[in-house]
C-alpha cells in the first residue's frame, strides 16, 4: 500500500528549530512532487512548500528564508528544516505528493496522517 508518515514533531520554544521527515513507503518518492502543508486550529490547509522531481522548490512567503525542503532518495523521505520558528508556525504539519509543485492542496493526491508542531514559551 501506498503510505507517507511523518515524524519530527513536538514543541519548541520561539527561534528554535526543528526537522520533520516524511518517509515514503510502497511507490518511489523522487518520481513524484513531494509538498508540506500545515494547518492551524480553525484555518484552512495552506501550502507551505514543495520540491520536484527536478529538485525545484517552492517556499510560501511567511516562511522563505526560515525552511528548507530536501529529500533523500535512498531513504525514500523528504525532510522540512525549520529555523526561527514563530508562534504563527504552530500547526499539524502534513506532507504530500503529487504531480505539480504548487500551494494548493488539490494538486497532491496522497497524504501523511500529520505531525503537530507547537512554539510556545
Known amino acids: 500500500q501506498l503510505q507517507l508518515v511523518e515524524s519530527g514533531g513536538g514543541v519548541v520554544q520561539p527561534g528554535g528549530s526543528l526537522r520533520l521527515s516524511c518517509a515514503a513507503s510502497?511507490?518511489?518518492?523522487?518520481?513524484?512532487?513531494s509538498g508540506w502543508f500545515r494547518q492551524a486550529p480553525g484555518k484552512e490547509r495552506e501550502g507551505v512548500s514543495c520540491?520536484?522531481?527536478?529538485?525545484?522548490?517552492y517556499y510560501a512567503d511567511s516562511v522563505k528564508g526560515r525552511f528548507t525542503i530536501s529529500r533523500d532518495n535512498a531513504k525514500n523521505t523528504v525532510y522540512l528544516q525549520m529555523n526561527s520558528l514563530e508562534s504563527e508556525d504552530t500547526a499539524v504539519y502534513y506532507c504530500?505528493?503529487?504531480?505539480?509543485?504548487?500551494?494548493?492542496?488539490?494538486?497532491?493526491?496522497?497524504w501523511g496522517q500529520g505531525t503537530q508542531v507547537t512554539v510556545s514559551s
Open positions: 520540491i520536484s522531481s527536478g529538485v525545484r522548490t
Open positions: 504530500a505528493v503529487g504531480r505539480r509543485c504548487s500551494s494548493q492542496a488539490r494538486d497532491f493526491g496522497s
Open positions: 510502497g511507490f518511489i518518492l523522487d518520481s513524484y512532487v
